[in-house]
């Protein structure tokens, strides 16, 4: 399994905003991507901190169809809530440690 972890600034006036058209207009995208399994969003509780979402992909050339084909057409859904640019770095995901979350993904 294949994480893409993504690091950016976020308005915090508008988190409440973000997270809605994140949940109504960017979710469904990700839900139809081919290898797409779930996305953990995190957000700080200091207003200066970061911002992190994390999306799980069955492999790597998933994670990287998405990058190229999918996400600049997300990126221009939610860049108006950014206040930096986004960071992205994909990692592999060492399934044999988290066995519970491979076990409840896969329910």
């Not at 221009?76 to 770095?89: A, N, S």
Request: hydrophobic content about 45%.
């Amino acid at each position: 399994m294949f994480a893409r972890i993504l690091e950016f600034g976020l308005k915090p006036e508008l988190k409440k905003d973000f997270v809605t058209v994140y949940k109504n207009q960017i979710l469904p995208i990700l839900k139809k991507q081919v290898g797409f399994v779930e996305v953990l969003p995190f957000f700080p509780e200091k207003v200066k901190e970061p911002a992190y979402n994390i999306s799980l992909w069955a492999t790597r050339t998933d994670a990287e169809r998405f990058e190229r084909e999918t996400y600049p057409r997300v990126y221009e859904i939610f860049k108006p809530f950014l206040t930096t640019p986004v960071t992205v770095k994909l990692f592999t995901l060492e399934t044999t440690v988290c066995e519970h979350l491979v076990e409840s993904l896969a329910a």
